[in-house]
Each structure stands twice: as C-alpha cells, then as structure tokens.
C-alpha cells in the first residue's frame, strides 16, 4: 500500500495563478482532508469530505475549491493563487474506528505534503 | 469556539531528562484526544489516543478532564524523539479534528 500520496512535492506560483494539488489514498477510507500548515499556526482544515460525492468547509476555506472525484482521490484547488496562500499542504485520509471503538474518530493518515510557494 | 493550546513552541533537554509537553483543550463535553508527531522528514503520524490508554515509545498522555490536559510524558528522552509534536482534539462529534500550534521538542545528547 503507498497509503497517501500528494502531487507535486513542490510547486512555485505568481500572484493570480491557478493550480491543483492532487491526493489519493489506497486505503479505501471514506473520510479525506485538507490541511494547511504554517509557523506558529499548526494545522489547520482547509475542506474536508466525509464520504465520497460530499465536501465540507473548514476553518480556513476562502480561496480554495475541492472536489471528491470518486473515493480514492480529493483534489484541491487554487483558483487564483495569493502570497498568503503560500504554505505547506497535507492530505489525509481517515481509518473507520474497528469494533470496539465504534462511534470514535479513527485513525488520520498524512500524505507527504506539497510545499507551495506564491510569489 | 473549541480550541487546543499548546504553550510552548520549543522545548529543549538533554538526552535521559523526563519531558513534558503541555496541552489543554476547551470542550465541555467528553473530548476525544491524540498526540500526533512529525520526525524530521517523514510524515505526520499518530502518536497515541487517549482512549487507548496505551504507552507508545515509551510516551503516555492522561486525560485530565479537571484541568481540560492531555499532556504528553517520557520519564527518559532519547535523541531519536526530536521531532515536531501536535495535540489534537475531535471537534464534538463531527468528522474533524482540531490542531494545536505544535510543540517542537530538541533533545540534546
């Protein structure tokens, strides 16, 4: 199993530049999200999507789109990309809890990150 | 709002030194709580979750629940734990979690 994979490692934008970040996971997990992180700031959730066909907002969404395009894969996108946005990006995707801790927040897998710089 | 608080930013020991990393959290209902940790070029990973009540590398994090703590304990550090260490709480019963800020832990030989 490769778990989480994250395309491109690294990337260089100009101010009003589009691009997405790829991710998929070989898991078969339901539950996958969108993290940035930044100095002084930890991880934050960008979007994530609890099933497949569904997408939610989390805290720091403005500037962003996603889209599930089946279970494996969750995209991300900069439509127009800013100074601000330049971060480090992880994907993840979530383990359904086993048995004995059903109703529990199970276990994230990470991607490997995408370091972007907008310039 | 839900939060996680993590007060230090670094913390710096010599090798065989007991640590600590702090981390309280705001929920006034029955939090779920895990350490996560990122050695030096490697991925994020799960350290340990409180309600497993497990030892992971020698690491233990009891819940405190009257003093909204989680804090993760080693009675000896060892080099190889320098790394980037995050607490992280469910957000209620949803599909997310909450970060702290992180704890980057330095241990000295």
């Known amino acids: 199993n490769a778990g989480v994979t994250q395309t491109p490692k690294f990337q260089v934008l100009k101010t009003g530049q589009s691009m997405t970040l790829q991710c998929a996971q070989d898991m078969n997990h339901n539950s996958m999200y969108w993290y940035r992180q930044d100095p002084g700031m930890g991880l934050r959730l960008i979007y994530y999507?609890?099933?497949?066909?569904?997408?939610d907002k989390g805290e720091v969404p403005n500037g962003y789109n996603v889209s599930r395009l089946n279970k494996r894969e969750f995209s991300l996108r900069l439509e127009s990309a800013a100074p601000s946005q330049t971060s480090v990006y992880f994907c993840?995707?979530?383990?359904?809890?086993?048995?004995?801790?059903?109703?529990?927040?199970?276990?994230?897998?990470f991607g490997p990150g995408t370091r972007l710089t907008v310039l | 709002a839900q939060r996680v608080t993590q007060p230090e930013k670094l913390l710096s020991v010599f090798k065989g030194a007991p640590v600590e990393l702090k981390c309280n959290y705001s929920?006034?209902?029955?939090?779920?709580l895990f350490w996560y940790v990122q050695y030096s070029r490697q991925r994020l990973q799960l350290l340990l979750r409180h309600i497993s009540r497990e030892s992971i590398k020698g690491f233990t994090a009891d819940l405190n629940k009257g003093e909204t703590s989680f804090h993760l304990k080693k009675p000896f550090a060892q080099e190889e734990d320098s790394a980037m260490y995050y607490c992280a709480s469910r957000r209620g019963y949803t599909d997310k979690l909450i970060f702290g800020t992180g704890t980057r832990l330095q241990v000295f030989p």
């Open positions: 999507s609890a099933s497949e066909g569904t997408t």
């Open positions: 993840a995707s979530r383990a359904a809890p086993g048995l004995a801790d059903f109703g529990t927040f199970g276990e994230q897998f």
């Open positions: 929920y006034s209902g029955s939090p779920e």
